[in-house]
């Protein structure tokens, strides 16, 4: 199956900067014909609103706070197309023993995981009342294998890539398709300081929407991706010892 985004109404969650910002461009030049931007900071989706007037509504959008998500699902019934794309890495390198892995994995887990599963339980009514849609999820090749620098963060992005089997199985009937993205290092704010070449947000952005509207169910959106993502189908076991190797 495929999902074309023509003509259709979609929310990209993390709107204002990095691959959010990116998704917007990409979805509005693929012709969709309303985006609601999420932010949890109105004034940071100033730019992007002069840049597309009333094709861009802006959305106060924190995905861990219940208030803003009734907000917006009231102030959206026509979505057709949920990007979960709002993430965080909040802790970042460190031995396996470091304690900040509790405490920055606690606030990954409120925004990657239950973030994203609670925009899709409050948006799956209102996608099957509009036909379906489709639904897109941003994990990472960390959600594939655990990458070291990103101990927490990659268990954070495992439980959002297993949300994302769950909402596939799951919203089948109710006809809503489900992606799943896994970027490599793309050259956003997060991924400052990152020792790896970089992708660039709007390059990704079109991988990852050419990968929906291919109908593509797991979207590998750079090269290093692409590589991971081979070995990962191929031989999830091999991919780890891999990983290891990269990290001695
Ligand atoms: N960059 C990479 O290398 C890479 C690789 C794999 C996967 N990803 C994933 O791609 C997605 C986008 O990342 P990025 O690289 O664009 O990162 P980024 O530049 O740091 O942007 C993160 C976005 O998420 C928003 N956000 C954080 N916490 C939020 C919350 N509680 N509610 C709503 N929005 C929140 C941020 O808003 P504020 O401006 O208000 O903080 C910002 O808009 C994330 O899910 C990330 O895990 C990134």
């Not at 985006?35 to 106060?60: E, I, Q, S």
């Not at 925004?111 to 509009?130: D, E, H, K, W, Y």
């Amino acid at each position: 199956m495929s999902f074309r985004i023509k003509g259709t109404t979609a929310l990209v969650t993390g709107a204002n900067r990095g691959i959010g910002e990116a998704i917007v461009e990409a979805i509005i030049a693929a012709g969709a014909a309303r985006v609601y931007a999420g932010a949890r900071n109105l004034t940071d989706l100033d730019v992007l609103a002069a840049r597309h007037g009333a094709r861009l509504v802006p959305v106060k959008l924190d995905v861990t706070r219940p208030a803003d998500i009734s907000a917006a699902v009231a102030g959206a019934p026509d979505l057709q197309l949920l990007v979960n794309n709002a993430g965080v890495a909040a802790h970042v390198g460190g031995s396996f023993t470091d304690a900040r892995w509790i405490e920055a994995g606690r606030e990954e887990m409120e925004v990657n995981f239950f973030g994203t599963l609670s925009l899709t339980q409050a948006f799956a009514p209102v996608l099957a009342r509009n036909g379906g849609g489709a639904i897109v999820n941003l994990g990472s090749v960390a959600s594939l294998v655990n990458f070291p620098l990103f101990v927490a963060y990659s268990a954070s992005k495992a439980a959002a890539h297993s949300i994302t089997q769950a909402a596939r199985i799951m919203l089948k009937s109710q006809g809503t398709q489900v992606f799943g993205v896994y970027p490599g290092p793309i050259d956003t704010r997060m991924a400052e300081g990152v020792p790896f070449d970089k992708t660039s947000a709007p390059v990704a952005a079109r991988a990852i929407v050419e990968g929906i509207e291919a109908g593509t169910e797991e979207i590998f959106p750079d090269p290093m991706s692409r590589s991971m993502g081979a070995a990962y189908l191929a031989d999830p076991k091999g991919l780890e010892r891999q990983v290891a190797a990269m990290a001695a």
